[in-house]
């Protein structure tokens, strides 16, 4: 029985040695044919035992020598794409390579050139979106993530309407009063409180639920301990849908609020556990994240009733974008009379696997966006300087309750608050690379450098965002300032807004674009942003252009404010780009930039030294003195930004940036 056993052991040993052997060759032989350069590698990084195992297995592979490693070994860390950044193209010498390993879906696509991620976003169809990859996000039901085909046209046709320029009105004052209460909550009732502030980024992701609760689906949640006024409207639990957000309805054991909250704190257990072990397994976290997703489903199920008795009644919702409103007239609209496609309508399901994705999308990546740009302007003095100049012309010290979003949204995208939220969105984009894919038995033709390639089939591509956002032939740049990193050679890894601030008229004769000021933040004298970048042209235009849609709500306009630097097409995609780009773009830029005015324009952030000194001993300080504790901290903050991680989006998850918040005039340093 024994020798049976290992009889059968040794033929299975033998089966995977061969199948890994040939699947290898035909791997290596498909990149060969593909003329795309290519580095192979002894395991598939995305097979799930890898990715369950590679921390164990790199700790011992990094104690090879790195000339028997490199640069294999580096691409086998499934968050190389952060780490590296633009550098591993750059030791490549290419900006498009391919990895080769055994497997059936062994060969993979990287790339950091611009030109080629706009063929591969231009041909949808060519290279569509691998939905194999988003089956996680189906924990409610299908949506327009997760599908592809005819499937995600009725999805995207559905839930399209409401994203309009109009309905962008209520992102703003829902902002515009989220974003007080969060100040208010750091500083006090009466401005003036100054204290170190831990929770940024948890109170950055409170804001943008409060918006897109409201916004979305017409629920407003209060900012906990604030029930008093502020100025333009109070903080009350409001609801069109009969919900109360912070009270337990009948038949529930958790407040909308508090299964909202917790669903989204404990979304890996959901997303990953098969759901016959998220419903049996004994175990407290596993409990909870359960009980937070039947809650929550159950509230949305009450609202897609109310809001379906609604439209049945011939009731319209005049108050937001009525996001539950366009889902349930999905509902009862057959999605086409096309044999090849399916007949029915929105099933319920896929309208709360809808209604979850927008909450998630919809909050955690502008949240991400506000607390890295609040830290970014707390280590850059002199751009946070420029911007609340900048606010000050805007608003000539207007409350926020008097702010209009026809007069003085255009501004702030056009000016350095655009350039701000433009800037952090290069250098921490919400994604580090965007997936496509090719299909099986169908190589795709790619013109790389002026030489066409093919993509052989089934291989799934990834557009590098945090590299093509730093690739030099694409941007402007000029020499590292007096902060960079030792080693820079340029200073696309600095925060520098100024680069975005071109002159909308003025080019030099050789096409080349001036910036507005004569310097810039980091200290460079009369500018080094050129208006070119190797040779690639700024693309101005006199006037802003509203966004531009198509049949399917598609917003084809650029990404950036035409006032602004217009990167060549493919080289800043932070919402993705061409067809199954982000639909919400124009809801995040608005939410972006009204919390970025409402903070600035009254409090200037800086680097808590709490680490370093006490508020005593810094007020005693010399001037250099202060510079020299600040720049510890400065220092201290960019190690944290290099250790952000990827779970569904970029964040700071096992460290924490430490702010104060004081009121303008009120600082402990200057530029």
């Known amino acids: 029985m024994l020798g049976f056993l290992s009889a059968i052991v040794a033929a299975l040993v033998l089966a995977w040695i061969y199948n890994t052997y040939t699947s290898f060759a035909r791997n290596l032989a498909a990149a060969k044919a593909s003329r795309i350069p290519y580095i192979c590698t002894p395991v598939y990084m995305l097979s799930l035992f890898w990715l369950l195992t590679h921390r164990l297995f790199l700790r011992y592979l990094h104690k090879l020598p790195t000339?028997?490693?490199?640069?294999?070994?580096?691409?086998?860390?499934?968050?190389?794409?952060?780490?590296?950044?633009?550098?591993?193209?750059?030791?490549?010498?290419?900006?498009?390579?391919?990895?080769v390993a055994p497997g059936s879906h062994g060969v993979m696509l990287w790339t950091a050139d611009a030109n080629v991620i706009g063929q591969i976003t231009t041909r949808r169809n060519d290279f569509p979106k691998p939905i194999h990859m988003y089956g996680s996000l189906d924990i409610f039901g299908k949506n327009v993530v997760s599908t592809e085909g005819q499937f995600w046209r009725y999805h995207r046709k559905v839930v399209s309407p409401p994203f309009t320029e109009k309905n962008n009105h209520l992102v703003w004052s829902e902002t515009l009063r989220q974003a007080q209460y969060m100040l208010t909550s750091w500083v006090g009732e009466e401005g003036n409180k100054v204290r170190t502030i831990t929770t940024v980024a948890e109170d950055s992701m409170r804001l943008s639920l409060h918006v897109i609760s409201k916004a979305g689906f017409g629920v407003q949640l209060s900012w906990p301990g604030l029930e008093h006024s502020i100025e333009g409207g109070g903080n009350k639990n409001t609801d069109a849908k009969g919900i109360k957000p912070t009270e337990k309805l009948h038949g529930h054991n958790l407040s909308y609020t508090d299964a909202l909250q917790t669903l989204l704190h404990n979304l890996l257990w959901v997303m990953l556990l098969p759901r016959f072990l998220l419903n049996v397994l004994p175990f407290k976290n596993v409990k909870i994240a359960r009980e937070s997703f039947r809650e929550w489903g159950m509230y949305m199920d009450e609202t897609f009733q109310a809001?379906?008795?609604?439209?049945?009644?011939?009731?319209?919702s005049e108050d937001g974008l009525d996001l539950m409103g366009a889902l349930v007239k999905g509902h009862s609209t057959p999605r086409s009379h096309d044999k090849d496609a399916e007949s029915q309508a929105l099933t319920k399901q896929e309208i709360l696997g809808n209604s979850f994705v927008f909450i998630l999308a919809g909050h955690e990546t502008v949240?991400?966006?506000?607390?890295?740009?609040?830290?970014?302007?707390?280590?850059?003095?002199?751009?946070?300087?420029?911007?609340?100049?900048?606010?000050?012309?805007?608003?000539?010290?207007?409350?926020?309750?008097?702010?209009?979003?026809?007069?003085?949204?255009?501004?702030?995208?056009?000016?350095?608050?655009?350039?701000?939220?433009?800037?952090?969105?290069?250098?921490?984009?919400?994604?580090?690379?965007?997936?496509?894919?090719?299909?099986?038995?169908?190589?795709?033709?790619?013109?790389?450098?002026?030489?066409?390639?093919?993509?052989?089939?089934?291989?799934?591509?990834?557009?590098?965002?945090?590299?093509?956002?730093?690739?030099?032939?694409?941007w402007p740049t000029g020499p590292p300032s007096a902060l960079a990193e030792p080693g820079a050679v340029n200073d696309l890894e600095e925060f520098r807004p100024e680069r975005w601030l071109v002159s909308e008229k003025s080019k030099h004769p050789?096409?080349?674009?001036?910036?507005?000021?004569?310097?810039h933040a980091n200290g460079h004298a009369n500018g080094h942003a050129n208006g070119?970048?190797?040779?690639?042209?700024?693309?101005?235009?006199?006037?802003?252009?509203?966004?531009?849609?198509d049949d399917l709500g598609v917003n084809t306009s650029t990404d950036t404010s035409a006032h602004l630097f217009q990167p060549p097409k493919g080289a800043y995609i932070p919402f993705s780009d061409g067809h199954r780009a982000c639909i919400g773009r124009r809801f995040a830029q608005v939410e972006i930039l009204a919390v970025l005015a409402v903070i600035f324009s009254q409090y200037s952030?800086?680097?808590?030294?709490?680490?370093?000194?006490?508020?005593?001993?810094?007020?005693?300080?010399?001037?250099?003195?202060?510079?020299?504790?600040?720049?510890k901290a400065r220092q201290g903050v960019l190690r944290k930004m290099k250790g952000l991680e990827s779970i569904i989006t970029l964040q700071m998850r096992r460290e924490k940036v430490s702010l104060r918040f004081v009121k303008r005039g009120?600082?402990?340093?200057?530029?």
């Open 67 to 99: 000339k028997w490693t490199r640069p294999w070994l580096d691409l086998l860390n499934p968050e190389w794409g952060w780490i590296e950044r633009h550098d591993m193209f750059q030791e490549l010498g290419t900006d498009t390579f391919l990895t």
């Open 307 to 316: 809001k379906r008795a609604d439209i049945a009644a011939g009731i319209t």
């Open 367 to 474: 949240a991400n966006s506000i607390h890295f740009s609040m830290v970014y302007l707390a280590c850059n003095i002199a751009a946070q300087r420029r911007l609340q100049s900048d606010l000050d012309t805007i608003f000539h010290g207007r409350p926020a309750s008097e702010w209009d979003y026809e007069n003085d949204l255009q501004k702030l995208f056009n000016g350095m608050a655009g350039a701000c939220m433009n800037e952090e969105l290069r250098l921490v984009p919400p994604v580090v690379g965007i997936p496509k894919s090719t299909l099986p038995g169908h190589p795709r033709s790619l013109m790389l450098d002026g030489t066409r390639c093919n993509v052989p089939g089934w291989v799934l591509i990834n557009l590098m965002t945090s590299a093509v956002h730093r690739n030099p032939k694409f």
């Open 510 to 519: 050789n096409g080349q674009a001036t910036e507005r000021a004569n310097g």
């Open 532 to 549: 070119h970048a190797n040779g690639h042209a700024f693309t101005l235009s006199a006037t802003a252009k509203s966004p531009e849609t």
């Open 605 to 631: 952030v800086e680097l808590a030294l709490d680490e370093f000194a006490s508020d005593e001993e810094v007020e005693g300080m010399s001037d250099t003195a202060k510079r020299e504790v600040w720049e």
């Open 666 to 671: 009120g600082e402990r340093f200057v530029e």
